[in-house]
């Protein structure tokens, strides 16, 4: 699963001066507390195991990870492309793909299309010019989309040739070498799923994508090294993995009735004994997307699918016989998304008062402070630490982004949040594809496509909470609680960016400068 559980815990004002004085002493007051401190220290035990996570990965990062041996025969490989209305990057996927280097005789490709719009022309003319070229290339085209992606790869299984299946979503560029680079760690019949590590096309394309990037390697490099490394569940994100065929087939198949069809494979065929291997130094080049509604279409699914996978596998985790330090892991990894939920809480509960910066020393020492230092500091901690091992010699550059990262994950908690009460009360919902955009340089455009997320009224409610937290920020200056103010404009700037960002798509003229241009379809 393409994910990641970006949440932010922003958690710990000054001496707990945005305490009630009017709800003091009375029944209000006390339930108050009892909200106020229950998400606090929800949000802090998501901190602390953010923590671990950084040791685990301190811990085992320089673990060699190498084949068991090598095929002196090359197996078949069955490469599966899933794609769904995909015009402007399709192209790239297949030129990409003809390009791996492998024996052409021992390459099956999959171009799995579900695609109503022109998409559908476009990857047949791919397909048959593959073909003409002598390429083993099947196109299979589904007009009812039974279980979306799930469904697709699972058809494409039927008429796969090979034990071992490499899945590359469309937006995927994958590197000459994958398969030499991955294949012979199958030469253990214990590993059933190999993971690489992303890559970002277009990374410096905006303030957005540069911060997404930031997203995506706190959770490719410091989560699945420390999980996989360690001996912890991890899963498989989607694409740019590899797959055995029998663990596939004995762990169940894939099965749609969640969003995170990847996720749930993944902790399915670990508990039923399969090892898998993240390789973090072979990276597969993806894009990033470049609109806020898409990103946010993207966490949505990713996020409610997570925890729809938490209902469905947790319990059965928990009746194993796996080791107690596995379960509580897989439970942190599973939860991790509800901490969308406490920070969307905090914000309501949050409110302002005229107690003065001077007031409550004993609590900010025993309270706020443990708490800032495990909910918001942990994920300073966690996305430097993230960027050093990445880029030695430029990290300290990246971390300036770090106060936007820290925003959009404020930002993007209403988003989030919505989506784990939609899993949570068994809210149905489509399959919504990210857009992309074929973008990878600044001087591409991409307004006005025929890809649009769909409209909501969710910018709406982001606005609202700008304005809220604009009266915080105003209302602390006005009482002196100066240094509450970082942290209240954390979240103002938050809501704001994310909330003029999504209305901008649909309102060219506010859309923070950008400039409105077509995207023309590949001829």
């Not at 928990?318 to 809480?345: D, G, M, Q």
């Not at 966690?382 to 936007?404: D, G, S, V």
């Not at 909470?465 to 006005?478: E, G």
Request: aromatic fraction near 12%; charged fraction near 20%; proline fraction near 5%.
């Amino acid at each position: 699963m393409r994910r990641k559980r970006h949440h932010v815990a922003l958690a710990a004002f000054h001496g707990g001066s945005f305490s009630n004085p009017a709800m003091q002493g009375s029944l209000g007051s006390i339930i108050w507390t009892i909200c106020y401190l229950t998400v606090l220290i929800g949000l802090s035990a998501y901190g602390i195991h953010r923590y671990v996570i950084i040791y685990l990965f301190l811990k085992n990062r320089k673990r060699a990870v190498a084949p068991a041996g090598h095929f002196e025969q090359l197996p078949k490989v069955t490469m599966q492309l899933p794609i769904f209305n995909e015009v402007y990057v399709v192209e790239r996927l297949l030129k990409s793909v003809s390009e791996i280097d492998y024996p052409r005789e021992l390459l099956q490709i999959q171009v799995l299309d579900d695609s109503t719009d022109d998409t559908r022309e476009l990857t047949a003319s791919c397909v048959e010019n593959l073909q003409n070229r002598g390429f083993n290339v099947e196109l299979i085209h589904r007009v009812d989309r039974i279980g979306f992606k799930a469904g697709a790869l699972e058809t494409g299984l039927v008429s796969a040739e090979s034990d071992f299946v490499c899945i590359l979503d469309a937006d995927f560029v994958p590197q000459p070498d994958l398969l030499l680079k991955t294949i012979h760690f199958f030469t253990d019949p214990n590993v059933g799923m190999i993971q690489t590590r992303w890559g970002h096309l277009n990374r410096g394309y905006s303030l957005l994508t540069r911060v997404q990037a930031m997203f995506l390697d706190g959770h490719l490099l410091l989560e699945q090294t420390a999980r996989s490394r360690s001996g912890r569940f991890f899963n498989f994100n989607g694409t740019a993995g590899l797959w055995r065929r029998s663990c596939i087939d004995e762990a169940g198949g894939w099965q749609h009735d969640t969003l995170t069809e990847d996720l749930d494979l993944s902790y399915r065929a670990q508990l039923a004994g399969w090892k898998f291997i993240f390789l973090s130094d072979v990276i597969t080049p993806a894009e990033l997307p470049v609109d806020m509604n898409g990103f946010k279409s993207q966490q949505h699914r990713w996020t409610k699918g997570s925890v729809q996978t938490c209902k469905k596998l947790l319990p059965t985790i928990w009746r194993s016989h796996l080791p107690l330090t596995i379960k509580v892991e897989a439970t942190a990894h599973l939860t991790s998304n509800f901490a969308y939920l406490l920070l969307a809480c905090l914000c309501v509960l949050l409110h302002p008062s005229s107690g003065g910066p001077q007031a409550g020393w004993v609590r900010m020492l025993l309270v706020d402070v443990p708490i800032f230092m495990t909910a918001s500091v942990s994920v300073a901690v966690f996305y430097i630490c993230a960027q050093r091992e990445l880029n030695p010699r430029t990290w300290m550059k990246e971390i300036l982004l770090l106060p936007c990262l820290l925003a959009l994950g404020v930002g993007l908690s209403l988003n989030n949040a919505r989506a784990v009460l939609e899993a949570v009360f068994n809210h149905k919902s489509d399959f919504a594809r990210t857009p992309k955009y074929g973008i990878e340089r600044k001087s591409q455009p991409w307004r006005s496509c025929k890809y649009m997320p769909l409209k909501s009224l969710l910018p709406i409610a982001e606005m609202a909470f700008a304005l809220y937290f604009s009266y915080f920020v105003w209302f602390a200056i006005q009482h002196g609680q100066f240094i509450s103010v970082p942290f209240l404009a954390m979240f103002q700037l938050g809501f704001l960016y994310v909330s003029l960002s999504s209305l901008g798509q649909w309102f060219p003229r506010i859309n923070l400068g950008a400039e409105r241009a077509e995207i023309t379809i590949p001829a």
